[in-house]
């Protein structure tokens, strides 16, 4: 039995394609709930599995309102190329996790970062597409905790 849980979202999305891609892998990762802050979500092709059938939505108007209400016990981890962030290989997820990725044209500004219990990031060259970058944080999370 697995134990832990979950969620993953995005502050202020940008394009609403790459949302509805990150919830078709979040449903097939295990999410236990999915969120987007800022912006609300609209129905996209991109989620052929019409994840939010099956797992919950929430929507929160601010990072204030999503920080009041998230799971007392939670990890907030901020995914986002930044200088003194921990790189995913090396990374232990915690058992009960939520993953923040921004935007992809701004990230997560300085005062949410500054909030959150773990940075970490993917090495990369460039900037990932953010369904991508979290597609990759859920299958780290799944191959470390199986």
């Excluded at 204030?64 to 921990?86: C, G, H, T, W, Y």
């Excluded at 990230?107 to 900037?127: A, H, Q, R, S, Y």
């Amino acid at each position: 039995m697995n134990r832990g849980y979950f969620g993953i979202g995005i502050y202020h999305p940008k394009a609403g394609i790459n949302i509805g891609t990150l919830w078709r892998s979040a449903y097939n990762f295990g999410a236990s709930f999915i969120f987007t802050i800022g912006r609300r979500y609209k129905s996209q092709s991109s989620d052929t599995t019409k994840t939010p059938r099956h797992i919950p939505l929430y929507h929160y108007l601010s990072f204030e309102d999503f920080n009041r209400k998230r799971p007392a016990e939670s990890r907030l981890v901020a995914i986002e190329q930044i200088e003194n962030a921990k790189n995913l290989k090396d990374f232990s997820h915690p058992l009960q996790a939520i993953y923040l990725l921004g935007a992809e044209d701004y990230g997560i500004p300085k005062e949410v970062l500054d909030k959150c219990n773990f940075k970490v990031e993917i090495k990369t060259p460039m900037c990932l597409n953010v369904a991508v970058a979290g597609s990759i944080v859920m299958f780290d999370r799944n191959n470390k905790t199986i």
